[in-house]
């Protein structure tokens, strides 16, 4: 009998050679995972008996050995990427890079999501080292010591395809020294229907991208790019470099990701997990202030205010306001004498709190223990005594101190304030929002931020841009112990439903993570979630860097990067930066797209006063999700925003041109959006402006099964989704249906960005549906095809 092998053409013999290679890779990962997973079963059958620092060695070993088990575990898919041979002589001199299996490197590396070895040989390079960097980065025209590079394509653990650029410039055209890096890669993953979810692209980054990704830790640096360019892709990739580059570093300060909106975050929750990486802490601004939950809306034009730098003066006015002494005498009656504050005495407390530096709760205690000092004296003279001692003057003061009438009065002259009491006193009060904003704000603007006091019971709503002004108070302010919180009465219920609310949440967070931690450990049947999760919880100690940093205001994170930052308001960047004191940042966005009217108009304009002209700029330039021909409607909407913006170019066409339906009323909204669905076959979303969107969703969710109105965890796995702009932002769909495009250029100032926005949304249809006129630069669409 013939051998098959035989008959094999030379490719199927390369498939045939990295098929065993891939095997041999999977085999080691296997091996390990079974090492670890023994490890942990040794660990856990220890039980719990034991000193209390026995007991919290085994649970720290349980814990890094649980989190080893996971990264094993999650890079299965796609273990091994790539390839790269080096020319003769050039073979590349491995550093030992600390968590890697060492060993020797012979022949081809081979690229993929971790490092592996054998002790003797180093199997597979993880996609972060520095010699990993030629798969990325090499042209024909600047090789980097390569010959070849090759994208293996797996499906499961079988290798699929082959995809090879040959980096022999001798032997190339010039034409394939334009093309782009494994094109053939490449096209395959930007034209795959979409999941809901952003994947991960180790295995055909751009060198633009890998140029990102790689760059110093140090400074800030900006990533400008138009839509699509990879922007946030790119940021993800860029935490797990430094992570491995700098573990050390960044595993004690912690890494904070910044994203526009909760559904964003959940949309490109799993790309870290799937480069190893789960320490890392996903945030918007509106979660920035622990233990408060910043839910409610608000128009823009009060963000706008919120978000203005002049809040900033505002706020501290505010404060300098609750500690305003009155120019006239206080008496305090404490029966059978009647004590009296001169105006001078009250001046010079008021001088010597302010001379403390001190935050106001601080300095508090230097204003009440000046007064007292005075009340002691005053009320010793009183009692006949004559001159005394400072032993008999503490006593007195204490005995001040409890009196009624006393703390009463120091608190009418310099109150305890939580941040919420400052600023629900503001915007309740006009007295003090003049006092505050006065000549700071127009009567307009002061209108503008009034809100109606709070009826006995009910929570106070706090909006996304109240944050950053609760993070100005709290600096201002400093803490407050935590007895005196409690006896401050509505407040304190305010903040038990809210501590409460947090509880039972993490408890369920924690749940779900015992759950998804028991399933990939394949510990299910050893030990149940909820025992898991309980155990979690009692060992404080436990808690992860990110953990910890999201409960503590302060917490100052080693590096911070800020996506779709172009929305960040001025007093947000302000409560930003408090989070990065070092000024290790990556921020990212475009300015094109900016929809907040708080938003700058350069990056300049937003860093200047924090990096005084010392960031780097790094420019995308490709644009990885938008088809050519959608690209070109959106570059019309691009001259509506500004001169000189540049659509940045799309890498592929779709063969789908985009097309316009006229529609009698929106009800008709939900056929139409019904036959897109069917006939692009993936997920669709339909962008609305705001004031239509209830009407919209309705129109849509009647006629398309399965279709759900407006943000949260559903639009994402929906097959179609009704949104408003703002909440699409930093999304992609299969096909999206801009309804009308009017009401979005007419609907805010920014209306040219948002009808920007959404039309780069879509990786291969597109559409626009109108009820009245077109906005001049779509007019030119084509009408919708007939279905079918
Ligand atoms: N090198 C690449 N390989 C494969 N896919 C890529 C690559 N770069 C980007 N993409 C894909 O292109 C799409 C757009 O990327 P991303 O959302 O990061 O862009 P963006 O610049 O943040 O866009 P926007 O500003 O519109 O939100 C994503 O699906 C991403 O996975």
Same mark, same amino acid.
């Given at each position: 009998?013939?051998?098959?092998?035989?008959?094999?053409?030379?490719?199927?013999?390369?498939?045939?050679?990295?098929?065993?290679?891939?095997?041999?890779?999977?085999?080691?990962?296997?091996?390990?995972?079974?090492?670890?997973?023994?490890?942990?079963?040794?660990?856990?059958?220890?039980?719990?008996?034991?000193?209390?620092?026995?007991?919290?060695?085994?649970?720290?070993?349980?814990?890094?050995?649980?989190?080893?088990?996971?990264?094993?575990?999650?890079?299965?898919?796609?273990?091994?990427?790539?390839?790269?041979?080096?020319?003769?002589? @050039?073979?590349?001199?491995?550093?030992?890079?600390?968590?890697?299996?060492?060993?020797?490197?012979?022949?081809?590396?081979?690229?993929?999501?971790?490092?592996?070895?054998?002790?003797?040989?180093?199997?597979?390079?993880?996609?972060?080292?520095?010699?990993?960097?030629?798969?990325?980065? +090499?042209?024909?025209?600047?090789?980097?010591?390569?010959?070849?590079?090759?994208?293996?394509?797996?499906?499961?653990?079988?290798?699929?395809?082959?995809?090879?650029?040959?980096?022999?410039?001798?032997?190339?055209?010039?034409?394939?020294?334009?093309?782009?890096?494994?094109?053939?890669?490449?096209?395959?993953?930007?034209?795959?229907?979409?999941?809901?979810?952003?994947?991960?692209?180790?295995?055909?980054?751009?060198?633009?991208?890998?140029?990102?990704?790689?760059?110093?830790?140090?400074?800030?640096?900006?990533?400008?790019?138009?839509?699509?360019?990879?922007?946030?892709?790119?940021?993800?990739?860029?935490?797990?470099?430094?992570?491995?580059?700098?573990?050390?570093?960044?595993?004690?300060?912690?890494?904070?990701?910044?994203?526009?909106?909760?559904?964003?975050?959940?949309?490109?929750?799993?790309?870290?997990?799937?480069?190893? @990486?789960?320490?890392?802490?996903?945030?918007?601004?509106?979660?920035?202030?622990?233990?408060?939950?910043?839910?409610?809306?608000?128009?823009? /034009?009060? +963000?706008?205010? &919120?978000?203005?730098?002049?809040?900033?003066?505002?706020?501290?006015? $505010?404060?300098?306001?609750?500690?305003?002494?009155?120019? &006239?005498?206080?008496?305090?009656?404490?029966?059978?004498?009647?004590?009296?504050?001169?105006?001078?005495?009250?001046?010079?407390?008021?001088?010597?709190?302010?001379?403390?530096?001190?935050?106001?709760?601080?300095?508090? /205690?230097?204003?009440?223990?000046?007064?007292?000092?005075?009340?002691?004296?005053?009320?010793? &003279?009183?009692?006949?005594?004559?001159?005394?001692?400072?032993?008999?003057?503490?006593? =007195?003061?204490?005995?001040?101190?409890?009196?009624?009438?006393?703390?009463?009065?120091?608190?009418?002259?310099?109150?305890?304030?939580?941040?919420?009491?400052?600023?629900?006193? =503001?915007?309740?009060?006009?007295?003090?929002?003049? +006092?505050?904003?006065?000549?700071?704000?127009?009567?307009?603007?002061?209108?503008?931020?009034?809100?109606?006091?709070?009826?006995?019971?009910?929570?106070?709503?706090?909006?996304?841009?109240?944050?950053?002004?609760?993070?100005?108070?709290?600096?201002?302010?400093?803490?407050?112990?935590?007895?005196?919180?409690?006896?401050?009465?509505?407040?304190?219920?305010?903040?038990?439903?809210? /501590?409460?609310?947090?509880?039972?949440?993490?408890?369920?967070?924690?749940?779900?993570?015992?759950?998804?931690?028991?399933?990939?450990?394949?510990?299910?049947?050893?030990?149940?979630?909820?025992?898991?999760?309980?155990?979690?919880?009692?060992?404080?100690?436990?808690?992860?860097?990110?953990?910890?940093?999201?409960?503590?205001?302060?917490?100052?994170?080693?590096?911070?990067?800020?996506?779709?930052?172009?929305?960040?308001?001025?007093?947000?960047?302000?409560?930003?930066?408090?989070?990065?004191?070092?000024?290790?940042?990556?921020?990212?966005?475009?300015?094109?797209?900016?929809?907040?009217?708080?938003?700058?108009?350069?990056?300049?304009?937003?860093?200047?006063?924090?990096?005084?002209?010392?960031?780097?700029?790094?420019?995308?330039? !490709?644009?990885?999700?938008?088809?050519?021909?959608?690209?070109?409607?959106?570059?019309?909407?691009?001259?509506?925003?500004?001169?000189?913006?540049?659509?940045?170019?799309? !890498?592929?066409?779709?063969?789908?041109?985009?097309?316009?339906?006229?529609?009698?009323?929106?009800?008709?909204?939900?056929?139409? $959006?019904?036959?897109?669905?069917?006939?692009?076959?993936?997920?669709?979303?339909?962008?609305?402006?705001?004031?239509?969107?209830?009407?919209?969703?309705?129109?849509?969710?009647?006629?398309?099964?399965?279709?759900?109105?407006?943000?949260?965890?559903?639009?994402?796995?929906?097959?179609?989704?009704?949104?408003?702009?703002?909440?699409?932002?930093?999304?992609?769909?299969?096909?999206?249906?801009?309804?009308?495009?009017?009401?979005?250029?007419?609907?805010?100032?920014?209306?040219?960005?948002?009808?920007?926005?959404?039309?780069?949304?879509?990786?291969?249809?597109?559409?626009?549906?109108?009820?009245?006129?077109?906005?001049?630069?779509?007019?030119?669409?084509?009408?919708?095809?007939?279905?079918?």
């Amino acid at each position: 009998m013939s051998q098959p092998t035989r008959h094999l053409d030379a490719r199927e013999r390369e498939l045939a050679k990295e098929q065993a290679y891939v095997t041999r890779l999977y085999d080691r990962l296997d091996a390990l995972r079974e090492h670890t997973r023994r490890q942990l079963d040794g660990v856990l059958a220890q039980g719990g008996g034991g000193t209390m620092q026995n007991r919290s060695e085994r649970d720290t070993f349980a814990t890094m050995y649980a989190e080893r088990l996971a990264r094993l575990w999650a890079v299965e898919h796609a273990l091994c990427f790539g390839r790269i041979d080096h020319a003769e002589g @050039e073979s590349p001199a491995l550093d030992d890079v600390p968590g890697e299996e060492q060993g020797e490197v012979t022949g081809s590396l081979y690229i993929g999501r971790i490092g592996l070895g054998d002790g003797r040989r180093r199997l597979l390079i993880d996609w972060r080292a520095p010699v990993a960097q030629p798969f990325y980065r +090499a042209t024909p025209a600047a090789p980097m010591g390569i010959t070849r590079r090759r994208h293996l394509q797996t499906r499961g653990r079988k290798v699929v395809g082959i995809d090879d650029d040959l980096l022999d410039v001798d032997n190339l055209t010039d034409d394939d020294v334009a093309t782009l890096n494994g094109e053939a890669a490449l096209l395959a993953s930007i034209t795959a229907a979409r999941t809901g979810r952003m994947r991960d692209i180790v295995a055909t980054i751009q060198a633009e991208q890998d140029r990102v990704i790689r760059s110093a830790l140090d400074g800030v640096l900006v990533v400008q790019g138009g839509p699509g360019t990879g922007k946030t892709v790119v940021a993800l990739h860029r935490a797990a470099y430094l992570l491995y580059t700098h573990r050390e570093r960044l595993a004690r300060r912690g890494v904070l990701i910044l994203g526009p909106n909760p559904t964003f975050l959940r949309y490109i929750e799993q790309v870290l997990p799937s480069l190893g @990486e789960t320490d890392v802490l996903l945030s918007t601004v509106g979660e920035l202030y622990p233990g408060l939950r910043a839910t409610a809306k608000e128009p823009d /034009a009060v +963000a706008a205010v &919120k978000g203005d730098a002049r809040l900033a003066k505002v706020i501290a006015r $505010a404060v300098a306001d609750r500690q305003r002494v009155p120019r &006239k005498a206080i008496s305090i009656d404490l029966g059978a004498h009647t004590l009296t504050l001169e105006p001078r005495t009250l001046e010079a407390a008021a001088s010597r709190a302010a001379r403390s530096r001190r935050p106001h709760n601080q300095a508090r /205690a230097v204003f009440v223990r000046h007064l007292l000092n005075a009340l002691a004296r005053q009320w010793a &003279k009183r009692l006949g005594k004559g001159v005394i001692d400072d032993e008999e003057l503490a006593d =007195l003061r204490e005995e001040l101190r409890t009196e009624p009438a006393v703390r009463s009065a120091l608190n009418r002259l310099w109150p305890y304030l939580t941040p919420q009491q400052l600023l629900i006193g =503001l915007y309740t009060s006009a007295e003090r929002l003049d +006092a505050a904003a006065g000549g700071l704000l127009s009567a307009a603007e002061r209108a503008l931020l009034t809100r109606a006091a709070p009826r006995a019971g009910d929570g106070w709503q706090w909006t996304e841009s109240d944050v950053p002004l609760l993070d100005e108070a709290a600096e201002l302010l400093g803490d407050i112990d935590e007895h005196v919180l409690r006896a401050s009465a509505w407040m304190a219920e305010e903040e038990r439903a809210a /501590a409460q609310a947090a509880r039972r949440e993490e408890q369920d967070r924690e749940l779900a993570y015992a759950k998804e931690v028991l399933e990939l450990t394949g510990m299910a049947d050893v030990l149940d979630a909820e025992r898991l999760a309980a155990r979690h919880r009692e060992e404080t100690d436990d808690l992860t860097t990110a953990e910890r940093a999201a409960a503590d205001r302060t917490w100052a994170f080693g590096y911070v990067i800020v996506d779709e930052a172009q929305e960040l308001s001025p007093m947000a960047w302000r409560a930003v930066m408090r989070r990065c004191p070092a000024k290790a940042m990556t921020v990212v966005g475009d300015i094109a797209q900016t929809g907040t009217s708080a938003g700058p108009a350069s990056w300049d304009e937003v860093l200047a006063p924090y990096t005084q002209g010392r960031h780097r700029v790094e420019t995308l330039s !490709v644009n990885y999700r938008t088809p050519a021909e959608l690209m070109s409607v959106a570059a019309g909407v691009l001259t509506l925003i500004g001169p000189g913006l540049h659509a940045p170019r799309s !890498v592929r066409e779709s063969g789908a041109p985009p097309w316009r339906q006229r529609l009698a009323d929106l009800t008709e909204l939900g056929a139409l $959006a019904a036959r897109e669905a069917a006939e692009s076959g993936g997920r669709l979303a339909v962008l609305a402006p705001a004031a239509l969107a209830a009407e919209v969703g309705a129109a849509v969710t009647a006629a398309v099964d399965g279709a759900v109105a407006g943000p949260g965890p559903d639009a994402l796995d929906a097959p179609a989704a009704v949104l408003t702009v703002a909440d699409a932002k930093g999304l992609e769909f299969d096909a999206v249906i801009v309804a009308e495009p009017a009401a979005i250029l007419a609907e805010s100032p920014r209306g040219a960005s948002d009808l920007y926005v959404a039309l780069t949304r879509a990786t291969r249809r597109l559409g626009v549906a109108h009820t009245g006129d077109l906005p001049a630069v779509l007019s030119a669409l084509p009408d919708r095809p007939a279905f079918g």
